[in-house]
């Protein structure tokens, strides 16, 4: 079993910068892929960003140049730096970890970032 913790949600202006963390733990865990995901009001949930255990990354196309994932292995911690946000950016964002060990995934609980136009 994974337990995760995020952080580091809140409201902010256009053109401001927020950093979410998401720190994964619990007993037989190797943390695979980590990766952000966010969901607007009546729209799908959508891939922000990902990152493999040795560090390959991916962006949905509409946060590159904006958006920086990172992850610390010593801390099972992923990380979502966003700068340049938009109003459009507007949601509640989750991280998803893989356990490498069962291949199961685990999601965080959401937090909400809300960008004031």
């Known amino acids: 079993q994974v337990q995760l913790v995020e952080s580091g949600g809140g409201l902010v202006q256009a053109g401001g910068s927020l950093r979410l963390s998401c720190a994964a733990s619990?007993?037989?865990?190797?943390?695979?892929?980590m990766g952000w995901y966010r969901q607007a009001p009546g729209k799908q949930r959508e891939l922000v960003a990902r990152?493999?255990?040795?560090?390959?990354?991916n962006y949905a196309d509409s946060v590159k140049g904006r958006f920086t994932i990172s992850r610390d292995n010593a801390k099972n911690t992923v990380y979502l730096q966003m700068n340049s946000l938009k109003p459009e950016d507007t949601a509640v964002y989750y991280c998803?970890?893989?356990?490498?060990?069962?291949?199961?995934?685990?999601w965080g609980q959401g937090t909400q970032v809300t960008v004031s136009s």
């Open positions: 990152i493999t255990r040795r560090g390959t990354t």
């Open positions: 619990g007993s037989r865990v190797v943390i695979g892929d």
């Open positions: 998803k970890v893989t356990n490498s060990i069962t291949g199961y995934d685990y």
